[in-house]
Each structure stands twice: as structure tokens, then as C-alpha cells.
């Protein structure tokens, strides 16, 4: 579902894409971007983490038909309207449609398709820990009842809880405690609006709502890409070389066994279908991206193994395509 911050947020800049991008050219970029700014590939450095969750949220929504569709329509709207004040309101008559929209009577609009644009944003799960921040200030639109405040929650939840999903309680600002059901697949950075769960309007309105950031722990071994999990797999130069029959490990199941074909190279893809992220919209895979390993240290007996390989293989130059083009 939509979230408020859409309309501050270009996600085709963010990924440096064109609007008219291919789904495949998209995941092409985001699988590019998402290895480069990696925290396991960049460790301590905060400036690539949030990078990293700048390009997994803008992908998270493109990559999705629906979620694609909203986002555009809601960029297209903010385009033609006038910017939004601290208040709520903007000029030229385009009022907080994201507060209006849901209500009644009054002369407001309530159109059915955005009853609930923004009940919830993302999804994910589970958390670790949470905390609440500044509310944003209710208004006063067309003569009505002021609106109560929104009230931000933050939680932090770990990898396997968010592909999953569960029920959890957090504090309330009046310390009070409340649930928060987080559905599977909730990706990092994503809001889940609780509506009528935020301040009281002070002179009759509706209730604020109350708005949980989600964010996720890198997994030591998988990653995301949309519903599908990745994950490295090393493989020994005899395996890649002659074919073998390999364990890979799978989020929260047991292993499953792929066959690595003989001449198999570094970066191919083996698939596991219906491991990956399992939600209401669909169940992804499981990508199994095949790195040959080789050794370090080498005994004397390897050694000569390895060299009359050397002498028998064929004497082809592996790099000789790239230097071609190299050359133009």
C-alpha cells in the first residue's frame, strides 16, 4: 500500500532508472546496486547501509505491479498540486489527501479505492525492539473538526521474522501496550499505519493514527530480491568442474540438494522453486548463486595434480572475447 512519503521520494532516480524501465532491466539494476551497497560488503560503513535500504525500498515498491501503479498516480498528483505545509495543508485548493481521504460527511470526498490508502505500507515482521517519535500535527480542512496527530513508532526485527511475519506488542505513547500484526514479507524501511490508534483531535475529529518504521538486520547469509531469497553458494573447483550433487541451505527448512552441472561457472544461478518469501500476493524462490572457491594452500602432491591439468587442458584464452571488445 501507499505511504505519505511517496510523494517526496523519486525511486526511479534513486535506482537511476528511466520510468519506462523493463521488470527484467529493473532487477537487473537492483541486483547490481543491492551487491555494490551490501552492509556484508561494506561493513561499518553507514553511508552504503543506507544506501542499501534506499535502493531495497525503491525496488520493493517498482517491483511491484500494483505498488508501481499507486506510486506513479500519487507522484503524478503531487506534481500538479501545490507542496504540502508542516500544517497539512497546501495551496491551491489539494488538501492532505492522506488524512482526508476515509472520512465522511462534511462535503469531503470518499472515494472507496483510497479508504485505505494508507492502513498499511510494506510488509514484514516480527520486532525486535521499538520505540516512538514525534507525532505529525493534525489540521483543520474544509470547515471541519481538527484532525488528531499521528504518532511514529520505530522497531527493529530480525531477517527470518520479517519474511515470516508475526504479531507483536509494542508501547504506546501513554505506556499502554498495543499489538501490531506485521505481515510476511515486510521490507526494510516500510510503515505499517495503524488508523485510529494515534492522538484524540481536540475538538471532535477523527483519531490520528499511529505510523510503525520497520526496519530489518541483514541476514549473515540470504538476501532479499522482492518475494525471492539469495544466497552464495561455494562450490570446488573439481565440483564446478567435473558436476556434483550439492546441500544448500534454505531459511528455516532443511537443506535441498541441486545439481551443479559439469563446467559450471562462477555466478549462475541454480533456482529452488516456492523457498523464497511466502505472502498473500505469491511465494518467491530460492536463488542459489553458484562461487567456485579456490584453495589457498596447496600440498605438493595438488601442486603437480594441478600442474599437469595445466599442461593437458585445452590452450584456450578465456579472456580473449573481453579483450576484444576491450578494443572496440
Given at each position: 500500500?501507499?505511504?505519505?512519503?511517496?510523494?517526496?521520494?523519486?525511486?526511479?532516480?534513486?535506482?537511476?532508472?528511466?520510468?519506462?524501465?523493463?521488470?527484467?532491466?529493473?532487477?537487473?539494476?537492483?541486483?547490481?546496486?543491492?551487491?555494490?551497497?551490501?552492509?556484508?560488503?561494506?561493513?561499518?560503513?553507514?553511508?552504503?547501509?543506507?544506501?542499501?535500504?534506499?535502493?531495497?525500498?525503491?525496488?520493493?515498491?517498482?517491483?511491484?505491479?500494483?505498488?508501481?501503479?499507486?506510486?506513479?498516480?500519487?507522484?503524478?498528483?503531487?506534481?500538479?498540486?501545490?507542496?504540502?505545509?508542516?500544517?497539512?495543508?497546501?495551496?491551491?485548493?489539494?488538501?492532505?489527501?492522506?488524512?482526508?481521504?476515509?472520512?465522511?460527511?462534511?462535503?469531503?470526498?470518499?472515494?472507496?479505492?483510497?479508504?485505505?490508502?494508507?492502513?498499511?505500507?510494506?510488509?514484514?515482521?516480527?520486532?525486535?525492539?521499538?520505540?516512538?517519535?514525534?507525532?505529525?500535527?493534525?489540521?483543520?480542512?474544509?470547515?471541519?473538526?481538527?484532525?488528531?496527530?499521528?504518532?511514529?513508532?520505530?522497531?527493529?526485527?530480525?531477517?527470518?521474522?520479517?519474511?515470516?511475519?508475526?504479531?507483536?506488542?509494542?508501547?504506546?505513547?501513554?505506556?499502554?501496550?498495543?499489538?501490531?500484526?506485521?505481515?510476511?514479507?515486510?521490507?526494510?524501511?516500510?510503515?505499517?499505519?495503524?488508523?485510529?490508534?494515534?492522538?484524540?483531535?481536540?475538538?471532535?475529529?477523527?483519531?490520528?493514527?499511529?505510523?510503525?518504521?520497520?526496519?530489518?538486520?541483514?541476514?549473515?547469509?540470504?538476501?532479499?530480491?522482492?518475494?525471492?531469497?539469495?544466497?552464495?553458494?561455494?562450490?570446488?573447483?573439481?565440483?564446478?568442474?567435473?558436476?556434483?550433487?550439492?546441500?544448500?541451505?534454505?531459511?528455516?527448512?532443511?537443506?535441498?540438494?541441486?545439481?551443479?552441472?559439469?563446467?559450471?561457472?562462477?555466478?549462475?544461478?541454480?533456482?529452488?522453486?516456492?523457498?523464497?518469501?511466502?505472502?498473500?500476493?505469491?511465494?518467491?524462490?530460492?536463488?542459489?548463486?553458484?562461487?567456485?572457491?579456490?584453495?589457498?594452500?596447496?600440498?605438493?602432491?595438488?601442486?603437480?595434480?594441478?600442474?599437469r591439468f595445466h599442461d593437458l587442458e585445452p590452450k584456450e584464452n578465456p579472456r580473449a572475447d573481453l579483450m576484444s571488445k576491450a578494443r572496440g
Amino acid at each position: 500500500m501507499a505511504s505519505q512519503d511517496w510523494f517526496d521520494k523519486d525511486f526511479y532516480k534513486v535506482l537511476g532508472v528511466s520510468k519506462d524501465i523493463s521488470d527484467a532491466d529493473l532487477k537487473k539494476t537492483y541486483r547490481k546496486l543491492a551487491r555494490k551497497y551490501h552492509p556484508d560488503s561494506n561493513q561499518g560503513d553507514a553511508a552504503a547501509e543506507a544506501k542499501f535500504k534506499e535502493v531495497s525500498e525503491a525496488y520493493s515498491v517498482l517491483s511491484d505491479s500494483e505498488q508501481r501503479a499507486e506510486y506513479d498516480q500519487i507522484r503524478a498528483m503531487g506534481a500538479g498540486n501545490a507542496r504540502f505545509t508542516a500544517s497539512g495543508q497546501g495551496a491551491g485548493g489539494f488538501e492532505d489527501v492522506f488524512s482526508r481521504f476515509g472520512q465522511r460527511g462534511g462535503g469531503r470526498q470518499d472515494p472507496q479505492d483510497f479508504e485505505d490508502i494508507f492502513s498499511m505500507f510494506g510488509q514484514q515482521g516480527g520486532f525486535g525492539s521499538g520505540r516512538f517519535g514525534q507525532s505529525t500535527g493534525g489540521f483543520r480542512g474544509y470547515g471541519g473538526p481538527t484532525r488528531g496527530a499521528d504518532v511514529t513508532a520505530r522497531t527493529t526485527i530480525d531477517f527470518v521474522t520479517a519474511t515470516k511475519g508475526e504479531t507483536i506488542t509494542l508501547q504506546g505513547e501513554d505506556g499502554k501496550p498495543f499489538k501490531v500484526k506485521i505481515p510476511a514479507g515486510v521490507s526494510d524501511g516500510q510503515k505499517i499505519r495503524l488508523r485510529g490508534r494515534g492522538r484524540p483531535s481536540p475538538d471532535g475529529g477523527e483519531t490520528g493514527d499511529i505510523v510503525v518504521q520497520v526496519a530489518v538486520r541483514p541476514h549473515p547469509v540470504f538476501t532479499r530480491e522482492g518475494l525471492n531469497l539469495r544466497v552464495v553458494v561455494p562450490v570446488t573447483f573439481t565440483e564446478a568442474a567435473l558436476g556434483a550433487t550439492i546441500e544448500v541451505p534454505t531459511l528455516g527448512g532443511d537443506p535441498v540438494k541441486l545439481r551443479v552441472a559439469p563446467g559450471t561457472p562462477s555466478g549462475r544461478v541454480l533456482r529452488v522453486k516456492g523457498r523464497g518469501v511466502e505472502t498473500s500476493k505469491g511465494t518467491g524462490d530460492l536463488l542459489a548463486e553458484v562461487q567456485v572457491a579456490v584453495p589457498s594452500h596447496l600440498d605438493d602432491d595438488a601442486r603437480e595434480a594441478l600442474q599437469r591439468f595445466h599442461d593437458l587442458e585445452p590452450k584456450e584464452n578465456p579472456r580473449a572475447d573481453l579483450m576484444s571488445k576491450a578494443r572496440g
